[in-house]
């Protein structure tokens, strides 16, 4: 069963313009959200986190958007960068600290 | 500077061997985490420890064991038992392991079962 899903595994933008990453999640217990960021052969690096407390969160060009009654979570990244290309992966968390992560999306970013 | 290291970066081991991945923390964090990671599945937890001398069960235990006998480290041994073994194989710490902690990461280890 898979409390957290990323159901789109791919996503290419072009340079400048925004990418929208998305997250969907099934446990109405969730209560925090994160994102990461991983390179080939990397560990992942955290990126942004939401608390359920709130429907938004923004650091720099990255933003998350929080909707509770949809169980639906989003990245937008803008303007997107080369160097964002990577994957990303959202977790959530109910205060337990075991982080369930959803498959990741591969993002590629062309100039 | 502070950080998790894992050690080796890439590991060859034949079918039927144990084989033991390091995971060491100078961040004083009292949690610690391994996963394992494959094509299009995300990450998935092995074992964690909250605190030193005590470990728990993840999602996908069998075929592994751990031990937290030092606060800063956290092995992981894949055992003959492990089906298939064959992964990216990460391990993470948290200042504690409960409440909303952001999880550091190691650099990872590749094991690949010969």
């Known amino acids: 069963d898979q409390q957290v899903k990323q159901n789109s595994p791919s996503l290419s933008v072009q340079e400048g313009r925004i990418s929208i990453l998305n997250c969907d999640y099934t446990?109405?217990?969730?209560?925090?959200f994160l994102w990461y960021k991983k390179y080939p052969a990397e560990g992942p690096t955290f990126l942004i986190s939401?608390?359920?407390?709130?429907d938004k969160n923004e650091d720099g060009r990255f933003t998350v958007f929080l909707n509770k009654s949809a169980k639906h979570l989003s990245l937008h990244i803008v303007p997107s960068q080369p160097g964002d290309s990577a994957v990303y992966f959202c977790?959530?968390?109910?205060?337990?600290?075991?982080?369930?992560f959803g498959q990741g999306t591969e993002l590629s970013v062309k100039p | 500077d502070g950080g998790i290291t894992q050690s080796p970066k890439y590991l060859f081991r034949k079918e039927g061997q144990n084989v033991t991945l390091s995971c060491e923390q100078n961040l004083n964090h009292d949690a610690m985490y391994w996963y394992r990671q494959d094509p299009g599945q995300g990450l998935r937890l092995i074992y964690y420890?909250?605190?030193?001398?005590?470990?728990q069960k993840g999602d996908i235990a069998e075929g592994y064991s751990v031990s937290r006998e030092k606060k800063e480290s956290f092995p992981l041994t894949v055992t003959s038992a492990q089906k298939n073994p064959t992964a990216f194989y990460l391990c993470?710490?948290?200042?504690?392991?409960?409440?909303?902690?952001?999880?550091?990461f190691g650099p990872g280890t590749r094991l690949t079962v010969l």
């Open positions: 977790a959530a968390t109910n205060q337990g600290g075991k982080l369930i």
């Open positions: 993470a710490s948290s200042l504690s392991g409960s409440g909303h902690n952001e999880q550091f």
């Open positions: 420890s909250q605190i030193v001398n005590d470990f």
């Open positions: 939401i608390s359920s407390i709130k």
């Open positions: 446990n109405s217990m969730f209560d925090y």
